[in-house]
């Protein structure tokens, strides 16, 4: 049973930082495409960042190099570490992960297969 658990949401201000981890249970992060999403109240869920199997990363147009994923494959926990905070970064932060080891060029929703409950990440101004 493959399982996605994430922490490390809080609250912060705006321009402050924060790191949200995943740790993954029942399938190997080395192997496959992970990615982070995020979703605020009465919005879609939107791409956040995604990491091929070999660390190649690529990110939703509105991170504008403030936020970094990463791997530890040795742990099998991915991190998104966020920087330059604002409010609208307010949403819940979910992990997500796909069987196939390389992503798709866009991050979305439809090509993941496995998905974590999410951790709340609020930015006050």
């Known amino acids: 049973q493959v399982q996605l658990l994430e922490s490390g949401g809080g609250s912060v201000q705006a321009g402050g930082s924060l790191r949200v981890s995943c740790v993954v249970s029942?399938?190997?992060?080395?192997?496959?495409?992970m990615g982070w999403f995020r979703q605020a109240p009465g919005k879609d869920r939107e791409g956040v960042a995604q990491?091929?199997?070999?660390?190649?990363?690529n990110y939703g147009e509105f991170v504008k190099g403030r936020f970094t994923i990463s791997k530890d494959n040795a742990r099998n926990t991915l991190y998104l570490e966020m920087n330059s905070l604002k409010s609208e970064d307010t949403a819940m932060y979910y992990c997500?992960?796909?069987?196939?080891?390389?992503?798709?060029?866009?991050?979305?929703?439809?090509?993941?297969?496995?998905w974590g409950q999410g951790t709340q990440v609020t930015v006050s101004s």
């Open positions: 997500a992960a796909q069987s196939l080891p390389y992503c798709q060029p866009i991050v979305r929703a439809d090509d993941y297969r496995y």
């Open positions: 029942g399938h190997a992060i080395s192997g496959s495409c």
């Open positions: 990491s091929n199997s070999d660390g190649y990363a």
